[in-house]
């Protein structure tokens, strides 16, 4: 026989857990299957007969005179625990049905009741619908099984043990008692039972048959009235019946309606539920974007009238900060789309973009006035240029030092409104180069001044010079030395402010030279620099590398507005120098060449320019005095062999100023003077 469900042992202490502190012991637990019965006739009430897990349990309680016993059911919680509950006494609800597993189970389910009945009673109580001689004779052959598997139970609790005797002494008791089984053999012992007599034997049961049948209808006639007074309960109790339906149906018909309302209800509250999640979500969400909408009082104060001295400057960039992050902040994607038109946040948008607007001006104004105050100190003070008897070199740290410290705050302005650093440039452009001309002219004058030099004259080849004359002899070194004096002093600082203002500007252009490097990649020309702190690199670390065009078209604009003017100065050196002694212009045209090779970088494209108008400007210098001696060669033909030793002394000196560099410019200067030594030939012959 396959094991039961009886024999389960866990299933047992899960029961026992059930009822823990009832001070019961659970004698048997089987699992069965739960169905609604039908009640009534129409069974209205009935909602199927769905079969449910739940576990059936005898329980006894020992007392001090007698023991109780309980039939209990159980049933699974959620969690899959078994929890006990007793419906079985309200009479509103349906008895319901008990299904074993198997015939089985049923019967020892059923034996272990009549037992503990038999000793907790006294008696077995009457069995309706089961055959007693079946439970008997299973009874007979599973109680050695039963015994022997409730024997292999050494831990179990105490079971009443199931005998054979015991058993078929129950079953004989209730079918036929001793006291019937006498009568029994007594009637039978009236008859002879021979096989001649069995037709006798049988007409006589007949008559005694028809006979008590008479007598049966004779009584029933005579209690007629009896009989009309149970017709009569009967209808009684027919009617009531038929009430009792028509109640019931009037009362299913209700409990639909009370189903169909709490149903409705449970819909309700499932809405309320979602209804509240959502708008405990949607006032997080309403949170998070209020948040985002506060303009912080601190903020608000330093945007719109704060101060902009150098101690407010960390206030004023945090300021900042904020207020591009909250611009950030309301757009898309940064802010879901379904925030994007509402009205608080288009209004919250506005406002901030006033409060950009209204710093923005603000920030612009005072850097105006700012630059314009730095350089207007500095012009004041005569100090910061050369003067009599003294060369000054222009000194910038202090001026890209104040600068500095609103750096951050151009790129936050720039990050804010990009439009606002056109004016913002012109403004710094203007008034540095008013600084740039007045150092440049300062310094100019005062090297033409401090320069000694003796004249050479430009007549060299003049037949009405004398031979005495001591010219070729003069020593004019110290003029081109003035010349690339002017040139060491001025384009490294002209580079490293086209460097400054292309990075303090916010332009986003590759660096310059680095810091205190030579600016004209030459180590034999002198740089004193070194002890500028440029650090153009450090305002800014997260500056893009790599050429935008339009950038670097803009910056190039600007740099005309920061140096135009400058270049006269320098052309006011080369006249200088020309008159002194135009065969300067040879070495000073070397020079030159070797600062052009050095400038590389493209924010320093005015310099570039700067130094190429000054070597054609050398060129021209220097062609003109070529042209005049062609000339004087031309006018004194007769005078070959004078001028041929003139030419000499003239060449000579071409060669000693060359001094290893380019020779185009004294080449191009042969041609012209063999062209006209050629055409003297000519009218000579």
């Not at 006032?283 to 601190?298: G, M, V, Y």
């Not at 946040?345 to 630059?371: G, I, Q």
């Not at 070199?393 to 951050?408: E, Q, S, V």
Request: with cysteine; aromatic share 6%; net charge negative.
């Amino acid at each position: 026989m396959a094991k039961s469900s009886a024999d389960d042992e866990e299933l047992r202490r899960a029961c026992e857990a059930a009822i823990e502190g009832t001070k019961q012991k659970i004698v048997m637990s089987i699992r069965v299957a739960k169905s609604r019965g039908m009640w009534g006739k129409s069974g209205k009430l009935g909602r199927g007969n769905m079969a449910k897990p739940r576990v059936l349990a005898i329980s006894t309680k020992a007392k001090v005179k007698r023991t109780k016993a309980f039939l209990r059911v159980f049933k699974y919680s959620n969690g899959g625990v078994l929890e006990g509950f007793d419906n079985l006494r309200n009479q509103s609800v349906a008895p319901p049905q008990w299904t074993m597993r198997n015939v089985d189970d049923r019967n020892r389910l059923l034996l272990c009741i009549l037992n503990i009945c038999k000793d907790v009673l006294g008696h077995l109580p009457k069995v309706v619908g089961i055959d007693v001689v079946e439970m008997a004779l299973w009874a007979k052959e599973n109680t050695q099984a039963i015994t022997k598997r409730q024997g292999d139970l050494p831990d179990g609790p105490d079971i009443p043990d199931f005998t054979e005797g015991d058993m078929k002494v129950t079953v004989e008791r209730e079918l036929v008692s001793q006291a019937e089984e006498e009568d029994m053999e007594a009637l039978l012992g009236t008859y002879v039972m021979g096989i001649g007599e069995a037709e006798a034997f049988s007409e006589r049961l007949k008559r005694e048959l028809q006979a008590l049948e008479a007598a049966n209808v004779h009584a029933i006639l005579e209690n007629e009235p009896l009989i009309h007074e149970v017709l009569q309960g009967l209808e009684l109790a027919t009617n009531c019946v038929e009430d009792m339906d028509e109640w019931l149906g009037i009362f299913n018909v209700k409990l639909r309606h009370m189903r169909e309302d709490i149903e409705s209800i449970e819909t309700r509250n499932n809405k309320l539920e979602m209804q509240s999640v959502n708008n405990k979500t949607l006032i997080e969400e309403l949170e998070k974007l209020l948040e985002r909408l506060r303009i912080p009082s601190e903020y608000a104060a330093c945007l719109t009238g704060g101060s902009f001295d150098e101690a407010r400057m960390l206030q004023n960039i945090e300021a900042c900060e904020w207020l591009a992050n909250a611009l950030r902040s309301l757009e898309v994607p940064k802010l879901d789309r379904t925030y994007a038109n509402l009205r608080s946040v288009r209004e919250k948008r506005a406002e901030l973009d006033k409060l950009k607007t209204t710093f923005v001006k603000r920030a612009s104004e005072f850097l105006k006035n700012y630059f314009a105050s730095l350089v207007d100190f500095m012009i004041s003070d005569k100090s910061y240029f050369s003067q009599r008897g003294q060369l000054k070199r222009p000194d910038h740290a202090d001026l890209r030092y104040k600068c500095r410290t609103y750096a951050r705050l151009l790129q936050h302005l720039k990050s804010l409104d990009k439009n606002c650093l056109g004016p913002l440039r012109k403004a710094y452009c203007s008034s540095l180069n008013l600084l740039l001309r007045r150092e440049a002219r300062e310094f100019a004058n005062e090297l033409r001044a401090s320069t000694k030099a003796s004249r050479n004259p430009t007549v060299w080849l003049d037949g009405s010079t004398g031979s005495t004359q001591s010219a070729s002899s003069a020593d004019t070194s110290n003029v081109s030395e003035a010349y690339a004096k002017m040139l060491t002093i001025f384009i490294p600082l002209l580079v490293d402010e086209s460097s400054f203002f292309a990075h303090f500007m916010c332009f986003e252009v590759p660096a310059l030279v680095p810091p205190g490097g030579p600016a004209n990649g030459d180590k034999s020309v002198p740089n004193d620099d070194n002890d500028d702190d440029l650090g153009i690199m450090d305002i800014d670390d997260n500056e893009k590398a790599g050429k935008r065009t339009a950038d670097l078209e803009a910056l190039n604009e600007s740099l005309r507005d920061l140096l135009d003017g400058i270049q006269e100065d320098f052309y006011a050196v080369v006249d200088w120098a020309y008159k002194i002694d135009p065969l300067r212009c040879i070495s000073m045209h070397g020079i030159t060449e070797r600062y052009i090779s050095g400038q590389k970088a493209d924010a320093a494209g005015f310099v570039r320019i700067l130094l190429d108008d000054l070597e054609n400007r050398i060129s021209m210098q220097f062609s003109r005095f070529v042209d005049e001696a062609c000339h004087q060669i031309e006018r004194n033909e007769r005078n070959v062999r004078q001028i041929l030793d003139r030419f000499a002394t003239l060449a000579t000196r071409m060669e000693q100023y060359i001094q290893g560099q380019s020779r185009d410019l004294v080449d191009q200067a042969y041609t012209k003077f063999v062209g006209a030594l050629n055409t003297v030939k000519q009218i000579c012959m």
